[in-house]
């Protein structure tokens, strides 16, 4: 793997960060006038030292914590990853051993304190946006996306912080924080996967009021427990009749010394992050919140952050491809020359390196979509304001709607984009690329997950087709958001004609009337939705640069708009005959 700090070294992610984020309606959202600064100055209290007083002083914190995970992640993970992935994970009897070098990195990443990205910092969390937590994960994953995945457990137990009792967030969350107990979220079970409102694990309260749970789940990461850390597994459980759906689903803490590790997968990848098989059996838990909420509101408040984690850990595995790709093309030598230089070669590259500058702009912009209404929900929440007036609140309103949108797509995008730039990765390798003696095979295997993992992307490109399809009626939400977001720049003609292009499709997916072929033809209608989207957001992000660096990814935007026209055209024969078929059927 390439050595060297994995932030600086990246020069549109540098761009992203300097010049393309808008951090100051960020950073106003997240400070909330600054009060963790101010409850500083006035208690002292160390929680508190490291909170911004102002947006320059937020901003300038952010590159620090990018400099510093960029040069932990670049120069200590990314060297052992190869050799930690050939060693793999041992399980021995409920134990899981981790090869040496992953006990070392851990340490090092409890010691930098990089890793509570989104906890208070009363329980000693970073409270970083989701936005830059969407760049720290990119980061982490481009080094080792098995080891990156101590990062988006850890992390989940914000679950814990946002809906439990003030008790068990001041006796979990520090821990959370510090990495000394590590957190799995189990959902899946061996019969119901994309099929969650059917889970059957059962709670039942036992005489003395403790809930007890009793049932299987399938594929739970970290579980076992993560190095030395022992692991708090919050578990969706059935509290209603085995019938009752969703409603009837509540989360509980469970600790994994309740539980019986059953075995670990053998995976294709992600081969240092262990995939847990869970046995419960009368397993004490404690509820978080209350009861029938666990999927309805819990689950499903948490999804948008949780969806920004694994766009962002596509878009860091797509990097670590390309990177790749692009120092062998420079290196290897065919016909007399670097195969860089060969134009089919070099169209790859080209391709990659347009489609990775569109997934990072697309997952930021997730991520700034759930800050711009997350947080705000909080100060309402801090200002002993009811939910029902914090819904009522237009901003509020607004961003959910969109994040609930923008957050699906970007999953689905960013991770079937990366399977295919890890697959051009391999190609420019050639027969090497087939071989364990370089990087892009292990980073080839791990990309291959990210399409099912958090919802495969059928499941996502079912989660976004409502906004698509309500986002594009005459007065839509997206519309909205295109005008508004369309007045900060002038748009080529190119993109001009791609929207005309999605919007028919958009259209045509929107008389169609039978359920199953409106189905059939949800991936096309957010596949299109997708092309315009990314291709609006690079421009826009074209227009916030000047000189060669604007003109560069002017070039970037032109070729882009072209693909999307070829594909979304072929998607429009597709709907045409679609809509053809409707008819005929009404
Ligand atoms: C390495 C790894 C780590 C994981 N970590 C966790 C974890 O920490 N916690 C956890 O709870 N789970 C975890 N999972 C489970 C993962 O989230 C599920 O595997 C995933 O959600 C898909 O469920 P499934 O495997 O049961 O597939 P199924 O639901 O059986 O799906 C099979 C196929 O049918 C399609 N399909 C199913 N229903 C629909 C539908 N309604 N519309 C369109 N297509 C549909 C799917 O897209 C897929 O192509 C992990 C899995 C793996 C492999």
Redesign the pocket.
């Known amino acids: 793997m390439i050595q060297s700090n994995y932030f600086t070294d990246n020069s549109d992610l540098v761009l992203q960060v300097e010049q393309i984020a808008n951090w100051n309606e960020i950073v106003k959202e997240v400070e909330d006038g600054f009060r963790d600064a101010k409850t500083y100055e006035s208690s002292k209290d160390d929680h508190f030292a490291m909170a911004p007083a102002n947006t320059k002083d937020a901003i300038d914190y952010y590159y620090s914590v990018l400099d510093s995970l960029g040069e932990l992640m670049g120069k200590e993970v990314a060297p052992r990853s190869a050799e930690m992935d050939k060693i793999g994970l041992k399980y021995d009897n409920g134990k899981v051993v981790y090869p040496d070098a992953q006990n070392y990195l851990y340490n090092l990443m409890r010691e930098s304190g990089l890793m509570p990205i989104g906890f208070s910092r009363k329980y000693g969390g970073l409270r970083l946006p989701v936005s830059m937590g969407s760049i720290i994960i990119e980061i982490a994953a481009r080094a080792d996306s098995a080891f990156c995945l101590a990062f988006g ?1 850890v992390n989940v137990a914000e679950i814990v912080e946002r809906y439990g009792s003030d008790e068990m967030r001041d006796a979990w969350i520090p821990k959370f924080a510090s990495g000394e107990i590590s957190c ?5 079970e061996p019969n ?4 969650l409102p059917n889970v059957q694990t059962r709670a039942v309260k036992d005489e003395k009021g403790v809930w007890r749970i009793t049932g299987a ?6 579980a076992a427990g993560y190095i030395d850390a022992p692991c708090a597994i919050l578990t969706l459980a059935r509290t209603g009749s085995p019938t009752s759906g969703a409603r009837g689903l509540s989360f509980f803490l469970v600790e994994a010394k309740d539980v019986h590790i059953a075995g670990i ?1 053998k ?1 294709m990848g ?1 081969h240092c ?1 262990p ?1 847990c098989e869970v046995v419960y059996e009368n397993s004490p838990g404690l509820l978080i919140g209350e009861e029938g909420f666990g999927l309805v509101k819990y689950s499903m408040g948490m999804m948008n952050s949780a969806r920004v984690t694994i766009a962002a850990q596509s878009v860091g595995v797509a990097q670590a491809a390309y990177a790749e790709g692009k120092k062998y093309a420079a290196e290897r030598i065919q016909f007399g020359k670097p195969i860089k230089d060969i134009p089919a070669v070099a169209k790859m590259l080209d391709r990659m390196e347009r489609e990775l500058a569109a997934m990072r702009c697309v997952v930021f912009e997730a991520g700034r979509c759930v800050d711009m209404y997350i947080w705000r929900k909080e100060h309402f929440k801090h200002e002993g304001l009811s939910e029902k007036e914090a819904k009522a609140d237009e901003q509020i309103k607004k961003w959910e709607k969109l994040a609930d949108l923008f957050t699906p797509l970007s999953k689905y995008y960013a991770s079937e984009q990366c399977v295919k730039v890890a697959y051009d990765a391999v190609q420019i390798h050639g027969g090497s690329g087939f071989t364990e003696d370089y990087d892009v095979a292990r980073i080839y295997r791990d990309a291959r ?1 990210l399409t ?8 996502q490109v ?1 989660a976004a087709i409502g906004g698509v399809a309500a986002g594009m009626a005459p007065n839509g939400f997206l519309r909205e958001y295109f005008e508004t977001e369309l007045k900060t720049f002038t748009q080529s003609a190119e993109l001009k004609k791609v929207f005309e292009e999605f919007d028919k499709v958009a259209q045509l997916y929107r008389s169609i009337e039978e359920s199953r072929i409106k189905a059939e033809h949800a991936w096309e209608t957010v596949e299109s939705a997708a092309r315009y989207i990314l291709g609006l957001l690079m421009e826009r992000s074209a227009a916030k640069l000047k000189g060669e660096q604007k003109s560069e990814r002017l070039d970037l935007c032109r070729d882009f708009n072209i693909d999307s026209l070829a594909i979304i055209a072929g998607n429009l024969v597709k709907l045409e005959f679609a809509r053809a078929k409707d008819s005929v059927k009404a």
Not at 184 to 188: E, F, G, N, V
Not at 192 to 195: L, Q
């Open positions: 457990n799995a979220m189990a959902l899946t119901y996967g994309s099929d789940k399938r594929f739970i990461t970290h997968e995976k992600l992050s995939t997950i099912i993992y958090e919802g495969t992307s059928q499941l079912v």
